[in-house]
């Protein structure tokens, strides 16, 4: 499905991006996942490279709130793949406080990674894909974009932006035949809810209409989608993969 693209998937190195690029792999792309830490890269990398040693796939660890690092960074990829088709903006903070413990500097923080480097990612890759006449950005929401959270407002407040952006980019970008789309998960089986007491993880999925969390496949399957020329006329959508949570 996306034979002979390439594509950045940022927050690559676990979770739902270690899925996303593996199956953007598994469907003939070249890609370069961005993480915070070298040795984390390093690690994915070698996963994937002992699981099909032909796919192309490379690594960066970029600080993805400064922009100049960014733009830098996907100059790397073009120059290393050709182009740059499909930019997948996932890397992410969450935070559960209380109003009254949430310092600043915390939702300073929360805001920097889920916001300023969604539009950095963006902005990085917008004249590569404006010149080509095509392009795809795809932003990773979340189900609490659209409902809120009782506590943690940083990263709802967040992902509430990234669903603006999304939305206003679209209209802007469609012209240069750009897509920008995003994907909000619900409650996935990454590691931290892996880790989670068995029974938490019934309580967390008794109000779930599917009864039970989501797999990072299922998450990748949609940003698969979306990437591919089967979405070509979609763009400026918000898709919840969260089992119909609350709806």
């Known amino acids: 499905m996306l034979q002979g693209k390439t594509a950045i998937v ?15 792999l598994q ?5 370069a ?21 032909a796919w192309r796939v490379m690594g960066l660890a970029p600080d993805l709130t400064d922009f100049d690092t960014v733009r830098q960074a996907v100059e790397t990829v073009r120059e290393a793949f050709g182009t740059v088709d499909i930019m997948v ?16 500097e915390d939702f300073k923080k929360i805001m920097d990674l889920n916001v300023t480097a969604v539009f950095n990612g963006c902005k990085a890759v917008e004249p590569i894909m404006r ?16 409902y809120g959270q009782p506590a943690g407002v940083g990263y ?19 012209p240069a035949g750009i897509r920008v789309n995003a994907v909000a998960p619900g409650v996935t089986r990454t590691d931290m809810v892996a880790a989670l007491p068995k ?5 967390i999925s008794a109000p779930i209409p599917l009864r039970r969390v989501g797999e990072p496949q299922e998450v990748a399957n949609v ?25």
């Open 10 to 24: 940022t927050g690559g190195t676990r979770g739902i991006g270690l899925a996303i690029v593996r199956t953007f």
């Open 27 to 31: 469907n003939g792309a070249a890609v």
């Open 33 to 53: 996942l961005f993480g915070s830490r070298k040795e984390t890269v390093d690690k994915a990398l070698a996963a994937l490279k002992s699981e099909n040693a």
């Open 89 to 104: 903006n996932n890397a992410g903070i969450s935070a559960r406080e209380p109003l009254a413990e949430y310092r600043p």
């Open 131 to 146: 010149a080509a006449g095509h392009g795809c950005i795809i932003n990773t929401s979340s189900m609490v974009s659209l």
């Open 156 to 174: 709802p407040a967040s992902k509430f932006a990234v669903n603006g952006l999304t939305k206003s980019l679209a209209r802007e970008l469609g």
């Open 199 to 203: 029974e938490m993880v019934e309580r």
């Open 223 to 247: 940003f698969l989608f979306l990437a591919s020329d089967l979405a070509s006329y979609v763009t400026g959508a918000v898709v919840s993969v969260d089992g119909a949570a609350q709806t």
